[in-house]
């Protein structure tokens, strides 16, 4: 039985043991598809988060899809185009079920506006990373990268904890909205920006946000009582990040940590530029989305000098993704990256071994179910710190959204180790239904994105795209359940292309063999492609996994 979502009524949290499908595969990415509308942003329109990122074309699309998966067999793959389903062909038993290719448009003409036309048209959707593959699991993935990130730099600088430390930052949407949680779970005290009243409000109803401080002044005092005390704190303010931010400096503040998660990745349909109201900007979008371009480029400007200042005066100062630098690069400011990306500051040691995350979802939608695999999880990987401490405080911290998932960064083996553990746990009926395993598509060998993801790789790779193209090729002949290609689309169009996989536990035989193949190919392509560049742990990995990179002479 689905169970009623409060949030979105019309779109109940899958779950229960009726298929309605013609076997637990389908059901399973039928789930997946229900599952993102439900936890979306706005699923009326069928956008899961990041202002743009969808879950399907366009309604009729949608339905298509759907009746598709009710009705395919096993031995047929459903073709989707930008969210619109084009084929559903014959194909054979061991082949996806579905595979996609999201907004991937040709190089020359990859930019935003004419992403903007396309759309306009109906030709193209994005999928944002995980919401046009179904893989989006709520908030949890966000939380678990950002909460990591908080730990990197406790680690690297403030002897291994945030206990006093005051970060600041903006943007609480679908994504960004994860910040207060992990800022607190890491035991600061985090002020967060957003123009929009009704997001603070969710994030606050849903305890992400401890206060919701009625102006600048009630915030940074709130702030300043937490750091003192050395407690823990979420504050949300409603206001322009690019008017509190250089605020904030002029009043010879400097917080410990800064960065920012607004959409400035889409200057149409996500910035919110300075000396706009709300309305007057949604109605822009549709009427002149030349002058919003420019008024949010400005706005980027002076939110990225305040974020230098904040650097030059010692704090530590990230990009979170959003391509804040890239814009403020184009307004003007020619020392924007200055401030270092987040995947190249804390995590590539990481990315090189391919420990990225992972995740799965139960599809029976009961709770039970994920709390038995982190049992078996920290019985599995007891030494493994990154894990077992993170296992702990989502127990504690991260309500379930949807249908009940977990996130982990595991690495090569372990994800195909716990998956068919995973698998044996369906099988024997411990588990109450079958389970989804899926990925961020920011995962070693799954994503070419300059500004984010590979930037500043060693040997210079950054803008190669082949390594996604070869692990969605490779991901087929695995035998995943899904596979898709995105590309970016908005702001994002023209700067990257990444893999998502997901494969279906149902506890048989022919589901071992996809999650094994899957799984473990996925992941030596993403220790080979750290290899390919240069990095020593990838190396150090092959060696000691028996990995199968050919090495040149
Ligand atoms: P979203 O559109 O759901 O939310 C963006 C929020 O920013 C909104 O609440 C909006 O009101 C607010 N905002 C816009 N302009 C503002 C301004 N000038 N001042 C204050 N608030 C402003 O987007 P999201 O899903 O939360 O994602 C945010 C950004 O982070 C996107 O660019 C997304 O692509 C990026 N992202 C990166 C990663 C990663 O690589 N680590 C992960 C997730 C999201």
């Known amino acids: 039985m689905p ?128 919401a046009g593959a179904w893989q989006y699991i709520g908030s949890q993935g966000v939380i678990q ?66 206060e919701v401080a009625p102006d600048l002044d009630t915030a940074l005092a709130m702030i300043e009582t937490a750091v003192s005390e050395k407690r823990a704190t979420s504050i949300g303010l409603v206001g322009n990040a690019a008017e509190i931010y250089p605020e904030i400096a002029r009043r010879g503040i400097t917080p410990d940590i800064v960065t920012d998660q607004t959409s400035a990745h889409d200057l149409v349909y996500g910035y919110v530029p300075l000396g706009y109201a709300l309305d007057e900007v949604r109605a822009l979008r549709q009427t002149n989305p030349a002058e919003l371009m420019a008024a949010s480029r400005a706005s980027i400007v002076e939110h990225v000098k305040a974020m230098l200042e904040f650097q030059r005066r010692g704090a530590e100062v990230f ?56 049992d078996k999880l920290l019985e599995m990987f007891p030494d493994n710190q990154i894990v077992t401490n993170w296992i702990r405080l989502a127990r504690e911290h991260v309500p379930f ?32 239904g079958p389970v989804t395993f899926s990925r961020d598509h920011l995962d070693a060998g799954a994503m070419a994105h300059p500004n984010i993801m590979t930037e500043r790789m060693k040997d210079g790779s950054d803008a190669i795209a082949d390594w996604p193209i070869l692990d969605a090729m490779l991901l087929c002949s695995s035998m995943a359940d899904l596979v898709v290609v995105h590309s970016g689309g908005g702001g994002y169009a023209g700067y990257m292309t990444s893999a998502g996989v997901t494969v279906v536990a149902d506890g048989t035989d022919e589901g071992a063999e996809r999650l094994a193949h899957s799984l473990t190919n996925d992941t030596s392509l993403g220790v080979m492609r750290y290899a390919d560049a240069g990095y020593a742990e990838s190396f150090d990995e092959i060696a000691r996994k028996g990995i199968g990179h050919i090495a040149l002479a």
């Open 401 to 432: 959204e949807g249908l009940p998932a977990r996130i982990a960064w595991l690495g090569h083996g372990e994800r195909t180790e716990l998956a068919l553990a995973v698998n044996e746990m369906v099988r024997s009926g411990e588990l109450a």
């Open 319 to 374: 990009d979170n993704g959003n391509l804040i630098r890239t814009q403020a690069k184009e307004g003007g400011v020619e020392n924007a990256f200055d401030i270092r990306i987040f995947t190249e500051a804390y995590l590539r040691p990481l990315f090189a071994r391919a420990v990225g995350p992972f995740r799965w979802m139960a599809s029976s939608g009961d709770p039970e179910d994920i709390r038995k695999i982190d």
């Open 145 to 210: 990268g950002t909460y990591e990130i908080f730990m990197r730099i406790a680690a690297n600088r403030f002897g291994g904890d945030l206990a006093g430390r005051f970060i600041l930052t903006a943007g609480l949407g679908g994504m960004g909205g994860a910040q207060p949680l992990a800022g607190r779970m890491a035991g600061a005290a985090i002020l967060c920006v957003d123009i929009d009243p009704e997001r603070a409000r969710k994030r606050k109803e849903i305890g992400y946000l401890e």
């Open 3 to 130: 169970t009623p979502n409060p949030r979105h009524p019309n779109f109940p949290i899958p779950g229960g043991n009726e298929v309605r499908a013609r076997g637990w595969r389908q059901e399973a990415l039928l789930r997946l598809l229900e599952n993102v509308l439900s936890v979306g942003e706005d699923p009326e329109n069928l956008v899961v988060y990041a202002a743009l990122g969808k879950a399907a074309r366009n309604w009729a699309s949608h339905e298509a899809i759907v009746h598709a998966l009710k009705t395919m067999d096993d031995d047929h793959t459903l073709v989707i185009q930008s969210g619109k389903p084009i084929g559903l062909l014959k194909t054979h038993a061991k082949a996806p079920l579905v595979i996609m290719a999201n907004c991937n448009i040709v190089g020359q003409w990859a930019k935003a506006e004419v992403f903007y036309e396309l759309e306009r048209k109906g030709l193209i959707c994005w999928g944002g990373l995980t």
